[in-house]
Each structure stands twice: as structure tokens, then as C-alpha cells.
């Protein structure tokens, strides 16, 4: 399956469709991460809950992201104990792809951020236009997750020149600069 999604489907595909439904897995990566809200039997609840309410079923979360979160963001992530130890977080300056990766079966790929604008959660009037695509062909999906892992691993961090704005993989750095040292 491939299909081309846009703006409002982005919300109810993806953020109340895949995500969700998450069995084992699931790996977000986004440049921006603000306070979201979204539907969740019929009341708006934070996005948090349905990471929270997976972490409770044993679901594997990894988030990348840009920068950190809004005020809003943490005060609601503070509401969830379990998103603590449960939620793997990583901060990397470079990260600008947005994607979503389900069980390893399912991809979202596109431009929209994890925020109320951009995955289409708010009105059709205060909503970014975004697109992209959902995939379950696994030659698409491995891609996407070999990007996301080699971020994650930290294949990137000996070149990147934005390490002073980045403390994910100090030991990458202390060895570099230890490196440095000796010559």
C-alpha cells in the first residue's frame, strides 16, 4: 500500500489511526514538538495519554526531535509518570524529517511536525498544509528506519559541527576531542 495523504488526513490516519494501533513499536521523528490534543473516545485528550496509554501495553517509543518542547508540552508530559522511563527521547539540532514508524510494518513520511497545526488536529482555518505518504511497502519502510536508526545510533555526530547545541552523544564527542588532544 501506498497512498498520498494530506493536511486533515494526517490527523485521523496517522495520529488517530497508526499511532494508536501500535503493537510493539513505534519511532517519531519531527523538527518541532508542541502541546497537541486529540481525540480519544469521543474527549480531546493530550496526545501524551495515547503515548502514555501504549508505554502501558509495552509499546517501544523512540521520539527525535529538533528542539526542545513548549511549556504546555511539558507541563502535560509531568501528567504521565510512566512517559519518564517508558518515552526514549532524543534531541538532535540537525533532525528536520518528519516520519512515523509503526511495528515496522507501516510508515508515515511527510513535512508535518508533531504539533496541532501540522499533523492537521486544529480547525481548517488554523491548520498548515501538509503532505506526505503512508506506506506499507516494506521497501519504503526500511528506508525510512534506517534513517531514523543511524540518527538515533548517532551515525552522524563526528561530522555534524553542531555539537556544542547537542549532549545526546557525548561520548562521541569526548572521544573526539580526546582525539584531538593527542595530535
Known amino acids: 500500500m501506498l497512498k498520498i495523504i ?19 513499536q513505534l519511532w517519531w521523528a519531527t523538527a518541532d514538538l508542541k502541546d497537541l490534543h486529540v481525540d480519544k473516545a469521543g474527549r480531546m485528550v493530550p496526545f501524551l495519554e495515547v503515548l502514555s496509554d501504549l508505554i502501558a501495553k509495552k509499546v517501544e517509543i523512540r521520539l527525535l526531535h529538533a528542539k526542545e518542547p513548549g511549556p504546555a508540552f511539558r507541563k502535560d508530559f509531568d501528567r504521565y509518570p510512566n512517559l519518564i522511563a517508558g518515552l526514549e527521547r532524543m534531541l538532535c539540532p540537525r533532525v528536520h524529517l518528519k516520519c512515523v514508524v509503526v511495528d515496522g510494518a507501516w510508515a508515515y513520511l511527510g513535512s508535518a511536525n508533531l504539533t496541532g497545526a501540522g499533523v492537521g488536529a ?62
Open 122 to 183: 486544529k480547525s481548517p482555518h488554523r491548520r498548515n498544509f501538509e503532505s506526505g505518504i503512508v506506506t506499507t511497502d516494506a521497501a519504503l519502510v526500511g528506508p525510512v528506519m534506517d534513517q531514523f536508526d543511524a540518527i538515533w545510533r548517532g551515525a552522524h555526530c563526528r561530522r555534524c559541527g553542531r555539537k556544542a547545541f547537542c549532549d545526546e552523544h557525548v561520548d562521541i564527542l569526548a572521544t573526539r576531542t580526546n582525539s584531538a588532544r593527542k595530535r
Open 6 to 24: 494530506a493536511d486533515r488526513q494526517i490527523y485521523e490516519l496517522v495520529v488517530c489511526g497508526a499511532i494508536p494501533n501500535a503493537r510493539r
